[in-house]
């Protein structure tokens, strides 16, 4: 009897050795893919490759592989179809950790989307930012992605705020600059065309301050959009045959530009002068999009 116990004994300290070996391995190399995901997410998805989530029985762990693989999803623009079990790891660290409640629950959103569902996507991104005593840099990247799909939604009134708050704390200029963009497009959905055409007048200043002309090309076209919207067609027309007179008549928005002159024409009741320019425009298009 004794000597079985023995051989129980043994037998239950090697299972238990080779469990905690496994847990220890296992954590390390979670760890190790934490620390470089965010400045090298292939190299932290290849590690997170090598764990066979089925060996993994505690909690801690299985929320952190679940995170991980997730966010690096995110991370990488790849499919988040599989990751349902996000909600799973952004439930274990929901009001526990800061950093992976905003990174996982930021994922977690983003996997609402991937399977349709933006509205609740939204709702989780709007619960995010809402959060008191997250750092800036741990906001920022989660109102990005906030931004992004109001405007995908073509939210006015309601992205707004959002829309200035992350201008307000991006602080590389060309970030500031795309979340202007934004801004803009949320009073232009609001239908609030001054407060839009106001911003698009600073885009465009900037642009040509610092010599973007791809970036003053897109913004002036957006003017000449909006002052139509604004019931202003001459001066849109004005600043349309300003963008062909420095972009040339083929540019790679001449088809657009022309259907705007043909509205602007409609408008103002001259039908000859807008089938000219749908014509004109149907030509750019065939040639330009192929379509």
């Given at each position: 009897?004794?000597?079985?116990?023995?051989?129980?004994?043994?037998?239950?300290?090697?299972?238990?050795?080779?469990?905690?070996?496994?847990?220890t391995?296992?954590?390390?190399?979670l760890?190790?893919?934490?620390?470089?995901?965010?400045?090298?997410?292939?190299?932290a998805?290849?590690?997170?490759?090598?764990?066979?989530?089925?060996?993994?029985?505690i909690?801690?762990?299985?929320?952190?592989?679940?995170?991980?693989?997730?966010?690096?999803?995110?991370?990488?623009?790849?499919?988040?179809?599989?990751?349902?079990?996000?909600?799973?790891?952004?439930?274990?660290?929901?009001?526990?950790?800061?950093?992976?409640?905003?990174?996982?629950?930021?994922?977690?959103?983003?996997?609402?989307?991937?399977?349709?569902?933006?509205?609740?996507?939204?709702?989780?991104?709007?619960?995010?930012?809402?959060?008191?005593?997250?750092?800036?840099?741990?906001?920022?990247?989660?109102?990005?992605?906030?931004?992004?799909?109001?405007?995908?939604?073509?939210?006015?009134?309601?992205?707004?705020?959002?829309?200035?708050?992350?201008?307000?704390?991006?602080?590389?200029?060309?970030?500031?600059?795309?979340?202007?963009?934004?801004?803009?497009a949320?009073?232009?959905?609001?239908?609030?065309?001054?407060?839009?055409?106001?911003?698009?007048?600073?885009?465009?200043?900037?642009?040509?301050?610092?010599?973007?002309?791809?970036?003053?090309?897109?913004?002036?076209?957006?003017?000449?959009?909006?002052?139509?919207?604004?019931?202003?067609?001459?001066?849109s027309?004005?600043?349309?045959?300003?963008?062909?007179?420095?972009?040339?008549?083929?540019n790679?928005?001449?088809?657009?530009l022309?259907?705007?002159?043909?509205?602007?024409?409609?408008?103002?009741?001259?039908?000859?002068?807008?089938?000219?320019?749908?014509?004109?425009?149907?030509?750019?298009?065939?040639?330009?999009?192929?379509?």
């Amino acid at each position: 009897m004794r000597n079985l116990f023995y051989i129980l004994l043994a037998v239950f300290a090697v299972g238990f050795g080779s469990c905690s070996q496994s847990a220890t391995i296992g954590r390390d190399t979670l760890d190790a893919a934490e620390k470089v995901m965010r400045t090298n997410p292939d190299s932290a998805m290849a590690m997170l490759d090598a764990i066979d989530p089925s060996e993994m029985k505690i909690d801690s762990l299985r929320a952190k592989y679940y995170y991980l693989q997730a966010y690096g999803h995110m991370r990488q623009n790849r499919s988040m179809i599989a990751d349902s079990l996000i909600a799973f790891a952004h439930d274990y660290y929901r009001g526990k950790d800061v950093v992976r409640d905003m990174r996982s629950g930021t994922a977690r959103a983003w996997y609402k989307f991937w399977v349709g569902d933006c509205p609740g996507a939204i709702n989780m991104l709007d619960s995010l930012v809402a959060l008191g005593g997250v750092p800036d840099s741990l906001i920022v990247p989660t109102l990005r992605i906030r931004v992004l799909l109001g405007a995908s939604e073509y939210q006015g009134r309601q992205l707004v705020p959002f829309a200035k708050k992350l201008h307000d704390l991006e602080t590389d200029s060309m970030r500031k600059m795309e979340a202007q963009y934004m801004l803009l497009a949320a009073y232009e959905y609001a239908g609030e065309t001054d407060s839009a055409l106001y911003i698009a007048d600073e885009l465009i200043d900037y642009a040509r301050n610092n010599n973007w002309g791809a970036k003053q090309f897109i913004f002036e076209l957006e003017r000449a959009q909006l002052l139509t919207e604004n019931g202003r067609s001459a001066e849109s027309d004005e600043l349309i045959g300003d963008i062909f007179r420095k972009a040339g008549p083929d540019n790679g928005a001449a088809d657009v530009l022309y259907f705007q002159h043909a509205i602007n024409a409609l408008n103002t009741g001259d039908i000859n002068r807008a089938v000219r320019n749908l014509a004109l425009a149907d030509s750019a298009a065939s040639k330009l999009r192929k379509d």
